[in-house]
C-alpha cells in the first residue's frame, strides 16, 4: 500500500514551506538526537480525516544554475510525476504573474487534481481579491493562511476528496521491501540477479534507471513485492543533478517499503549520502537490512569482512540493530539468502510480546541495573505495554517523565532485544507519566 502523495508547487514567496510545515504539524519535527538521522524538510507524512498521505514541498527542491523561471517549471515536473494531487499555491498579494500562469498550464495538462490554494488572506477585507485567480482555469480557488492556519482544514477537505479507497488497502501476506541507496551502487543489478531476468535496464551511467517497475515474485511459499526507486520518467537528467531529489525518490520507496535493503558499494565504502537515505529509512520505524555489494570486486583475507562491518557500525551507530550481507549482483554470491532474510525482518518487525512477559523483563532489567535518580528523586517504573507493530512500540508508564534518561531507555531496549530477536527493526520506547 503506498499513501497517496499531495505535492505543494508554485512560485518562490507564497508560503509553500509554512503551508508544508502547517499541514505536516509535529510529524515534520525530528526529536532523535541520533547521528546521522536527517533533517531534511522536503518530505513528511501528514494525516487528514483518518487518512494518512505523503507530503512533498517542491519548494525544497533547489534547481542549481537554473534561471528563475526554469527552476519553478523543473520543480512543477516533478511534482506532476511524483504526486497523486497537487496543491498550487498563489498570493493574494501579488496577484496573478506571469511565472502563475506558466505553473496553472502546465497542471491543467497533467490530468491529474489541482487544488488552487490563494494564501496570505490573513483578513476579510481580503476575501473579495481570490477571484481574479478563476481566470487560471484550476476551478475554486481556496482562501487560505498559512501563517494562520485559516483555511487549511477546507484545502485538505479537497485533497482527501480525491483520494481512492483501494489507496489504504493492504494486502495481506506480501512483504514489500525496496533496494535504496545511491546512484551506482548496483540497485538495479540487484534486482536482476533476485529476479534471475533482465527486467531493469543496468548501466554504468548513474542515475540510468527511470521507470517505477514494481515487480511480484514468489520464494518458499512467500510473496514479495519488490519496490523499484526510479521516480521520474522523462528530462531525466535535469533530476540527477539535484541531491536532494534522488533523496526524494529514495524516500516514497521506504515510505511503501516493509522493509529496506540500504545498498552500499564495496568498491567505494560508505558517503555521508549513505546515511542520510538510511537515516530516513530508520526514522519511518522501517525494517532495514544493510547489504554490501560487489564483494567479489575486493581482494580480501581472513580478517576483511570483519574489518568491513565493524566500519559499518561505527559509521552507522543507529542501525546496530540492522543484519549485514555480503553480496555480489555479478556472481550471485549469498543473493539465495536474501528472501529469507527479508521474510525473518518482516516477521521481527510484526512481532507482540505479552504485557506479562513484558513487564517480567523490565523489571528483571532494573533488579540488574536499578533506575536513575535526578536530585533526590528516583524514577520508578510501574507498568509495560507493547501497543503497536512496524515497528514494535513500546509505552513505559512512570512516575516523572524527564527522570526516564536517554541511556537508560537504550538499556531496557537492549534488555528486551536480548530475549526476543527483534533484529532487523527498530524499537520504539515512549515513557508516560502515570496519571
Known amino acids: 500500500m503506498a499513501n497517496p502523495t499531495i505535492a505543494i508547487v508554485g512560485r518562490p514567496n507564497v508560503g509553500k514551506s509554512t503551508i508544508f510545515n502547517r499541514i505536516a504539524g509535529e510529524r515534520i519535527s525530528i526529536v532523535e538526537d541520533t547521528p546521522g538521522v536527517t533533517r531534511d524538510r522536503i518530505y513528511a507524512t501528514g494525516e487528514w480525516l483518518g487518512k494518512e498521505f505523503s507530503l512533498i514541498d517542491t519548494g525544497g527542491i533547489e534547481m542549481s544554475d537554473e534561471p528563475f523561471m526554469d527552476q519553478i517549471k523543473h520543480q512543477a515536473e516533478i511534482a506532476i510525476e511524483e504526486a497523486d494531487v497537487i496543491i498550487m499555491i498563489v498570493s493574494v498579494k501579488e496577484g496573478i504573474t506571469d511565472a502563475d500562469e506558466m505553473v496553472a498550464k502546465m497542471l491543467y495538462r497533467s490530468h491529474k487534481p489541482v487544488i488552487l490554494a490563494v494564501n496570505k488572506v490573513d483578513n476579510p477585507e481580503t476575501r473579495n481579491d481570490i477571484y481574479e485567480f478563476y481566470a487560471l482555469g484550476l476551478g475554486d480557488p481556496y482562501p487560505i493562511s498559512g501563517s494562520h492556519g485559516i483555511g487549511i482544514g477546507d484545502l485538505l477537505d479537497a485533497c482527501v476528496s480525491h483520494f481512492k479507497e483501494e489507496d489504504f488497502v493492504e494486502e495481506?501476506?506480501?512483504?514489500?521491501?525496496?533496494?535504496?541507496?545511491?546512484?551506482?551502487?548496483?540497485?538495479?543489478?540487484?534486482?536482476?540477479?533476485?529476479?534471475?531476468?533482465?527486467?531493469?535496464?543496468?548501466?554504468?551511467?548513474?542515475?540510468?534507471?527511470?521507470?517505477?517497475?514494481?515487480?511480484?515474485?514468489?520464494?518458499?511459499?512467500?510473496?514479495?513485492?519488490?519496490?523499484?526507486?526510479?521516480?521520474?520518467?522523462?528530462?531525466?537528467?535535469?533530476?540527477?543533478?539535484?541531491?536532494?531529489?534522488?533523496?526524494?525518490?529514495?524516500?516514497?520507496?521506504?515510505?511503501?517499503?516493509?522493509?529496506?535493503?540500504?545498498?552500499?558499494?564495496?568498491?567505494?565504502?560508505?558517503?555521508?549520502?549513505?546515511?542520510?537515505?538510511?537515516?530516513?529509512?530508520?526514522?519511518?520505524?522501517?525494517?532495514?537490512?544493510?547489504?554490501?555489494?560487489?564483494?567479489?570486486?575486493?581482494?580480501?583475507?581472513?580478517?576483511?569482512?570483519?574489518?568491513?562491518?565493524?566500519?559499518?557500525?561505527?559509521?552507522?551507530?543507529?542501525?546496530?540493530?540492522?543484519?549485514?550481507?555480503?553480496?555480489?549482483?555479478?556472481?550471485?554470491?549469498?543473493?539465495?539468502?536474501?528472501?529469507?532474510?527479508?521474510?525473518?525482518?518482516?516477521?521481527?518487525?510484526?512481532?507482540?510480546?505479552?504485557?506479562s512477559v513484558l513487564n517480567e523483563i523490565i523489571m528483571d532489567a532494573v533488579a540488574i541495573n536499578p533506575t536513575p535518580t535526578d536530585k533526590g528523586k528516583r524514577l520508578k517504573i510501574f507498568y509495560a505495554t507493547q501497543v503497536a507493530v512496524k515497528p514494535p512500540t513500546f509505552v513505559v508508564f512512570v512516575n516523572e517523565e524527564e527522570l526516564m534518561h536517554f541511556s537508560y531507555e537504550r538499556f531496557l531496549e537492549n534488555q528486551i532485544r536480548k530475549t526476543f530477536d527483534f533484529e532487523g527493526t527498530p524499537i520504539r520506547m515512549i515513557t508516560r507519566r502515570r496519571k
Open 172 to 355: 495481506e501476506g506480501l512483504i514489500k521491501f525496496s533496494f535504496i541507496g545511491r546512484p551506482n551502487v548496483g540497485k538495479s543489478s540487484l534486482t536482476n540477479a533476485l529476479l534471475g531476468e533482465n527486467r531493469v535496464i543496468v548501466s554504468d551511467i548513474a542515475g540510468t534507471t527511470r521507470d517505477a517497475i514494481d515487480t511480484r515474485f514468489e520464494a518458499e511459499g512467500q510473496k514479495f513485492l519488490m519496490i523499484d526507486t526510479a521516480g521520474i520518467r522523462k528530462r531525466g537528467k535535469v533530476y540527477e543533478n539535484t541531491e536532494k531529489y534522488s533523496v526524494m525518490r529514495a524516500l516514497r520507496a521506504i515510505e511503501r517499503s516493509d522493509v529496506v535493503l540500504m545498498v552500499i558499494n564495496a568498491e567505494e565504502g560508505i558517503i555521508e549520502q549513505d546515511k542520510k537515505v538510511a537515516g530516513y529509512a530508520h526514522e519511518a520505524g522501517k525494517g532495514v537490512i544493510i547489504v554490501v555489494n560487489k564483494w567479489d570486486t575486493l581482494e580480501k583475507d581472513n580478517h576483511t569482512m570483519k574489518e568491513f562491518e565493524e566500519k559499518i557500525r561505527n559509521e552507522f551507530l543507529y542501525l546496530s540493530y540492522a543484519p549485514i550481507i555480503f553480496v555480489s549482483a555479478k556472481t550471485k554470491q549469498r543473493l539465495h539468502l536474501l528472501p529469507a532474510l527479508i521474510e525473518q525482518v518482516s516477521m521481527n518487525q510484526n512481532l507482540r510480546i505479552s504485557s
